[in-house]
């Protein structure tokens, strides 16, 4: 029966417009994601500022008059002034007599932190909640808190996909997405703001696996491979239009607006887009599974059900009715280590996903020495990592997944090694090799996730996708200690350790069996007639 649900998947599949059409509704929310989260670039672009004297600013006095009276340089620099202390002196006095007098009759005093602060510009998250000084670790929670909220998103939205349905994970991503987008440009409270782009960072992860998961299992072939690469287009497509309309747009809060209500854009997919029939078959609902599909290709109504395969999809509806949901739940992650094969996938596919995550943010928070204005710059990366996903169609289209993955990997390693070479003075230079550890990096993101979607059956194949993406976070958050603390060593040990990180896991990958032309296994059975992991795959291409 699957056999022929596949025939009508593949024909499906090879019409062009309705190939796009389901590209565009799956690929729609990709824009949001990456929207959301370079969105904090320009959130907490962070103003000159000074400590504020309000008692002087209620007596009519300039920024300047201020600052003369109040406010030393820096030690290290006799041109920068000191923006986190200011002299411990009776203000109150200097406001009375005037500021001529005030500079006639200024005394040594010391220095105390900041009550108040001024700002050159109070259109940021940084302004709104002062996080400057001793609150700077403040502004990072901000970026750090949607990175973990994507962190359980992807842990949590595998199973609801793989349990209750690749529709339903996306309805429920999408309403939090629709709901939290908006939220957070209104809230008042920093705690709940933190709370609100925790939200968004769940979702983000919710709704890129599902749709992502749908594209897949609705899809054959080359279609398949085409539709999975341009899908991440969405991203430097988000990239592009976030420095365009940040660039016009300043105001943190009418930003933040103007970006999240088109989310509820996503009415149409939560409408239109259909579940996966794979998925519905996979659960033992087969009448379901044919009734989509006949929505689908209007032909398969004329499919003959299997009625052999009846008590086969009762058994499957009666085992996972006595299991209860909670186990149901439960057990999709112990199944993706349920055999040694399958434990060794997956334990491949978790260090792909941390080396990815690891590699992309390790780059970019090296490229933050380079000095660039913030809105080419993350044009210019929407570009790079579009250019990077395209050049992936024709290489996975004529060469293997399993070669693709390990090659781009190993390529990524010696350009991130090859930073030991280029002198910190060539800022040029190191502004292309970032870009193009940059593309490397993004172009081994998009032809893993295909990979990594294809070793796995459909009955946990989302939940295999979103643990990896999980654990890709995880590498995610911890790219800023590695640049800081191994960074603070020698700057070249954050590139080298990633380098290495690279090499080492394009040779596991190499472990892995080739699933380019094969048909998605659909259940724990179905693994069995496929290729295992094996050292000896390492000779084979």
């Known amino acids: 029966m699957v056999d022929k649900l596949d025939k009508y998947i593949d024909s499906y599949s090879k019409e062009w417009y309705q190939a796009f059409l389901l590209l565009m509704m ?10 959301q989260i370079s969105s904090y670039v320009f959130l907490v672009d962070k103003p000159s500022y000074w400590c504020d004297v309000p008692v002087l600013k209620a007596a009519g006095w300039s920024d300047q008059m201020l600052l003369n009276v109040s406010t030393p340089y820096q030690n290290y620099s ?14 109150s006095i200097f406001a009375k007599n005037g500021y001529n007098w005030s500079m006639n009759n200024l005394e040594t005093a010391n220095l105390k932190p900041c009550q108040y602060y001024s700002y050159s510009n109070t259109d940021t998250v940084v302004t709104e909640w ?3 000084c001793e609150n700077v670790a403040m502004k990072s929670n901000i970026q750090a808190v949607m ?11 595998g199973s609801i996909s793989d ?12 309403f939090i997405y629709m709901f939290s987008g908006p939220s957070a440009a209104l809230i008042d409270s920093y705690v709940l703001f933190l709370i609100a782009r925790f939200l968004i960072g769940v979702a983000g992860s919710g709704i890129y696996e599902s749709s992502y998961t749908i594209l897949t299992e609705l899809t054959s072939g080359k279609t398949r491979t085409l539709l999975c690469l341009l899908m991440n287009m969405s991203y430097p497509i988000g990239y592009i239009l976030l420095s365009i309309i940040a660039y016009y747009v300043r105001p943190w809060r009418m930003l933040l607006l103007v970006l999240s209500l088109p989310m509820f854009g996503l009415l149409i997919q939560c409408w239109f887009l259909s579940e996966s029939p794979k998925w519905l078959m996979s659960q033992g609902r087969e009448s379901q599974a044919w009734k989509v599909m006949t929505k689908l290709v209007p032909s398969a109504v004329h499919a003959d059900i299997d009625n052999d395969n009846q008590d086969n999809m009762f058994e499957i509806r009666k085992s996972k009715k006595s299991q209860g949901k909670c186990n149901e739940f439960l057990s999709t992650f112990t199944t993706l280590f349920s055999t040694w094969d399958l434990s060794v996938k997956t334990g491949i596919s978790f260090s792909c996903g941390f080396v990815c995550g690891l590699s992309y943010y390790v780059i ?13 710059y993350v044009a210019l990366n929407g570009v790079v990592e579009g250019l990077a996903y395209l050049s992936t169609i024709p290489l996975l289209l004529y060469v293997g997944r399993k070669i693709a993955v390990s090659g781009l990997f190993f390529a990524s390693g010696i350009l991130q090694l090859a930073l030991l070479t280029i002198p910190q003075e060539s800022a040029n230079f190191l502004l292309f090799v970032a870009l193009l550890g940059k593309f490397c990096v993004s172009a081994v993101f998009s032809v893993s996730l295909l990979y990594i979607s294809e070793l796995y059956p459909t009955t946990i194949r989302n939940t295999g996708l979103g643990t990896s993406l999980t654990i890709s976070q995880i590498g995610s958050v911890i790219a800023p200690y590695v640049v800081e603390l191994l960074g603070a060593k020698a700057w070249y040990i954050p590139s080298t350790v990633c380098g290495m990180l690279g090499i080492f896991v394009s040779s596991l990958v190499l472990m892995l069996p ?11 059975e179905d693994m069995k007639t496929t290729s295992s992991v094996k050292v000896t795959n390492c000779c084979k291409f």
């Open 364 to 376: 970019a928070l090296n490229g933050d020495n380079i000095t660039a204005d913030r809105y080419l």
């Open 130 to 132: 002062n996080l400057v």
């Open 147 to 157: 990175a973990f909220g994507k962190f359980v998103g992807g842990l949590l939205f």
């Open 514 to 524: 080739e699933t380019k032309g094969t048909v998605l296994p659909d259940t724990l």
């Open 26 to 35: 799956a690929g729609t929310p990709g824009i949001f994601n990456a929207i």
């Open 78 to 91: 006799s041109k920068k002034l000191e923006e986190c202390f200011y002299y411990n002196r009776n203000y």
């Open 163 to 174: 349990v209750y349905g690749r529709k339903f994970a996306f309805n429920l991503a999408a």
